[in-house]
C-alpha cells in the first residue's frame, strides 16, 4: 500500500511538472515582429525609453508582449497587450557606475 501511495505522489508530481512546463509559452522575439501598437505605447508609456528586449506570452488566453527598456535613471519592464492596452509598469533605478 505505501509503495503504491509513493508511486501515485510520484507520478501526479512529475504529471504537474510537465503540464506547468508547458503552459509557459513565453519566448524572447526581436524588436521587428512586436506590432507597432505595442511599441508605441512602451514609448508613449516611458517617454525616451530604449527598448532592449522583448518576450512574447499567453496569459489568460491574451497575447502579452514584456519590454525590457532603459532610460538615463532606470530601468523598465512593461507589460502590453497586443492591442497597445499598457497593464503594468514595473521601474528600478539604475544604479551609478564609476
Known amino acids: 500500500m505505501e509503495s503504491t501511495m509513493k508511486a501515485l505522489l510520484t507520478t ?18 526581436q524588436i521587428a515582429e512586436v506590432p507597432e501598437v505595442v511599441i508605441d505605447a512602451a514609448m508613449a508609456a516611458v517617454p525616451g525609453i ?3 528586449e522583448v518576450s512574447v506570452d499567453s496569459e489568460k488566453g491574451q497575447t502579452v508582449y514584456e519590454i525590457e527598456g532603459v532610460t538615463a535613471s532606470s530601468e523598465f519592464e512593461i507589460e502590453i497587450s497586443e492591442d497597445g492596452q499598457v497593464l503594468e509598469i514595473e521601474e528600478e533605478e539604475r544604479e551609478n557606475e564609476g
Open 50 to 52: 530604449e527598448i532592449q
Open 12 to 29: 501526479s508530481t512529475l504529471l504537474f511538472l510537465l503540464v506547468a512546463g508547458c503552459l509557459s509559452s513565453e519566448r524572447t522575439v
